[in-house]
């Protein structure tokens, strides 16, 4: 996986992306209008686009992000990242977001995914939903919720397990709270490189980008995606 790589160095993925691409480059223009046509000037996602579109763009930014990483860039990553909080603040729920993904007729690469890409795929939707839930948490805010009532989004117990960690320690770097202390961090200290590889790729590109973009949503003049409400104090921390 490139995801796993340093920046700069094509991958599996990406380099079996860039092959479909130059291959089929007419019909990856017209397939990735999507991106363009949802936007406004700035990639900023429309707010009134609809369920099925929102799936259309994550289908259509997470296969261009897969290049531009390969290249070292992450533009289009962070379109990818928003479209997928968008969802989580609509309140729609990730198993529902998956498949609705998956279902989606668009194939911007012009082949199926391989599994090893669709995991990837959902890692990283898994992730922003986690983060931004850890926020929600940590900050004593009431965020989104299904129609049960539910606070939880049914992001996965093995992504909870293996990245949950990792996401509360960044989380409570970006609000300003004291450092986890009782529970050490196992990012980087386990015996299988390739796991430690992709948990640092998932730390810099899906945990810290997501927070990139509250702060930008945040810095905003009002157009696009609605910024985060203001924070409330962080008891402790004042």
Do not use: W
Request: hydrophobic share 30%.
């Amino acid at each position: 996986l490139s995801f796993a790589r340093p920046h700069r160095h094509h991958g599996h993925y990406g380099h079996g992306l860039a092959l479909n691409q130059n291959e089929n480059n007419e019909n990856n223009d017209e397939k990735s209008s999507v991106v363009n046509n949802d936007t406004d000037d700035d990639n900023t996602v429309l707010p009134e686009s609809t369920e099925e579109e929102m799936a259309e763009m994550i289908e259509v930014s997470f296969v261009q992000a897969c290049l531009q990483l390969a290249k070292g860039y992450v533009d289009v990553q962070k379109l990818f990242l928003a479209a997928v909080k968008v969802c989580y603040d609509r309140k729609i729920t990730l198993p529902t977001l998956i498949q609705k993904v998956q279902d989606c007729n668009v194939q911007s690469a012009n082949r199926d995914l391989t599994p090893e890409e669709i995991d990837v795929r959902t890692t990283s939707m898994s992730l922003v939903y986690l983060t931004l839930e850890t926020i929600d948490n940590l900050e004593g805010t009431d965020g989104p919720h299904d129609d049960n009532g539910n606070t939880s989004l049914l992001v996965s117990e093995s992504i909870v397990g293996t990245y949950g960690v990792k996401v509360e320690e960044k989380v409570r770097e970006y609000l300003g709270m004291e450092a986890l202390s009782l529970v050490p961090s196992t990012a980087g200290t386990s015996t299988d490189p390739t796991q430690d590889a992709l948990i640092g790729h998932y730390e810099k590109a899906v945990i810290s980008l997501t927070m990139t973009i509250l702060n930008e949503e945040e810095a905003c003049d009002g157009d696009g995606l609605k910024a985060r409400q203001a924070r409330p104090p962080i008891p402790g921390t004042s």
